[in-house]
């Protein structure tokens, strides 16, 4: 019964190829997140969606894009990977809901690995 | 921009004993959440704290908010080696719209020693 779920585990690509991550939900939250996690750092977040409003950080290299084709499914691409980019990538929904708010849920993360 | 703080970031601590973890944050804020990780895992969630004076407590860990001063403790009691873990606090500055998201602090690698 899980409720973010992030596809593949384990992604290991060639310097330079794209590669796409992908997250699921089935909370039916309207904001997904993502985050990417280096080692022994914390979660830095590189973009969300706000239902379908988009939410760049500033810092967030260009490399990196984003896609959320409907509420359930949203998509991380990176155009070149560097070896700079091998993290953990952590996707996460919250919402609100006639009223409520419900806090944040994070998927299993994807390591990628850059090779 | 919001600054999230803990300290300590490293903890050996022996088992048995006590301790407290401490974050502070920048911004007023009423939403902090503590989160425990496991290496190569994903994030645990363990508190949710949404008011001032908001305790919570599970098993050997307790957390607490105070939104005057900014700060939240996670307090470890009779610590045993399962709680060897990193753990984070975050602030989700909460004023809606998109700016619901969270910021880390750097975490705690929390080491219990036999």
């Known amino acids: 019964d899980a409720m973010v779920i992030q596809n593949p585990r384990y992604q290991v690509t060639q310097f330079g190829k794209p590669v796409t991550l992908s997250c699921s939900q089935t909370?039916?939250?309207?904001?997904m997140y993502w985050y990417q996690q280096k080692s022994s750092q914390a979660p830095k977040l590189l973009f969300h969606?706000?239902?379908?409003?988009?939410?760049n950080e500033a810092d967030t290299p260009d490399n990196f894009q984003s896609r959320r084709p409907n509420t359930s499914f949203c998509f991380l691409d990176i155009r070149s990977p560097g070896l700079g980019d091998a993290a953990m990538y952590l996707c996460?929904?919250?919402?609100?809901?006639?009223?409520?708010?419900?806090?944040?849920?994070f998927g299993s993360g994807t390591r990628l690995t850059v090779v | 921009e919001l600054k999230v703080e803990q300290n300590p970031l490293f903890l050996s601590m022996q088992e048995g004993k006590n301790y407290t973890i401490y974050c502070n944050y920048s911004?007023?804020?009423?939403?902090l959440y503590w989160y425990r990780q496991d290496p190569g895992k994903s994030l645990e969630s363990l508190f949710v704290?949404?008011?001032?004076?908001a305790v919570k407590q599970e098993g050997r860990l307790m957390a607490s908010l105070d939104t005057k001063a900014r700060l939240s403790t996670l307090h470890i009691t009779a610590a045993v080696h399962d709680l060897s873990a990193t753990y984070f606090c975050?602030?989700?500055?909460?004023?809606?719209?998109?700016?619901?998201?969270?910021?880390f602090g750097k975490g705690t690698l929390l080491t219990v020693n036999p």
């Open positions: 996460a929904t919250s919402g609100v809901t006639r009223g409520l708010y419900y806090g944040y849920t």
């Open positions: 909370l039916n939250h309207n904001v």
């Open positions: 969606y706000y239902d379908k409003d988009f939410n």
């Open positions: 911004t007023t804020s009423d939403r």
């Open positions: 704290l949404l008011s001032n004076g």
């Open positions: 975050a602030v989700d500055p909460g004023s809606g719209g998109s700016n619901y998201k969270l910021t």
